[in-house]
């Protein structure tokens, strides 16, 4: 059973939790990145509870949300209550996606982390990269190789990572999300060469690194300062990649 249906029942708990840091922090982060979608089809890999399938909908994307979890995509399904969103959602592999269409701009965020093994890294760089037209983007977020476990804790924001003792490239991580019980997902932590790497091997052309940032609007409902442990030791960036 894929790892997320376990979870699956449990994602808006999570969403719920983390929504401060995901609507202020991430998603205007990863949006910016994303740039303009108005009349775009997207191809939102690893879609989860349609987080972003959802988002780039509403920014007037024609959106193909896939994900390997059965239960994610009916939770993906069950969240999507407006019937006006031109949103599909299919049950499918990233690293062999059953899917003949091409599309202009790929999202996947929180996916590549996923891979235990750089073969496993690899053969996600070439389904994504097979899926793209020439010049395209993948546009996703990974944990943050630069991460630093001694570094400034983001504990208060509900999230945080647990290195397990290892140390190397692909380091198993933990995502442990401050909820009761809390519950935890086991990630790999690659060096950004690695990626930059794999990706590389699959026919991708450039990479650009774009650290999170804090929302203008988000700035205006918080405390002065309050994202600063979070942006000084983030646990996500977000990454660009042209096909
Ligand atoms: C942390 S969730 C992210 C969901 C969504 N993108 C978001 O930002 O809320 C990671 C998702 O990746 C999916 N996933 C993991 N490996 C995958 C693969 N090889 N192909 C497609 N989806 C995968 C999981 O099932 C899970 O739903």
């Given amino acids: 059973m894929p790892p997320y249906d376990a979870i699956a029942s449990q994602y808006k708990a999570i969403n719920d939790r983390i929504r401060p ?40 994307a024609r959106v193909i949300g896939v994900d390997i979890s059965a239960e994610m995509v009916r939770e993906a399904e069950r969240q999507t209550t407006d019937g006006d969103l031109d949103i ?15 599309f202009p701009l790929i999202t996947a965020a ?7 093994t750089r073969d496993d890294l690899a053969a996600l760089c070439r389904g994504l990269r097979a899926r793209l037209d020439d010049g395209g983007r993948l546009v996703t ?3 943050n190789p630069h991460f630093d476990p001694r570094g400034p804790s983001t504990a208060a924001y ?10 190397g490239d692909g380091a198993l991580t933990r995502l442990h999300v401050d909820l009761e019980p809390p519950v935890t997902i086991d990630a790999y932590r ?7 790497a794999e990706l590389e091997n699959a026919g991708f052309v450039s990479t650009n690194w774009t650290p999170l940032t804090c929302s203008q609007d988000a700035a205006g409902t918080t405390p002065d300062g309050y994202w600063d ?15």
Avoid: M
């Fill in 158 to 167: 509900g999230l945080e990572l647990r290195t397990t003792g290892e140390t």
């Fill in 21 to 60: 840091f995901r609507e202020n922090v991430e998603s205007p982060s990863f949006q910016r990145v994303v740039g303009d979608v108005r009349g775009l089809s997207v191809l939102d890999v690893a879609c989860g509870d349609g987080w972003y399938s959802r988002r780039l909908a509403r920014a007037g």
């Fill in 141 to 143: 977020l990974v944990l």
């Fill in 190 to 196: 690659w060096r950004q060469d690695t990626y930059e």
């Fill in 110 to 116: 929180y996916l590549l982390h996923y891979a235990a």
């Fill in 229 to 243: 442990d979070y942006l000084a030791n983030p646990t996500a960036v977000a990454l660009e990649c042209v096909a």
């Fill in 88 to 102: 599909e959602y299919r049950v499918g592999d990233a690293a062999a996606l059953g899917i003949a269409e091409k």
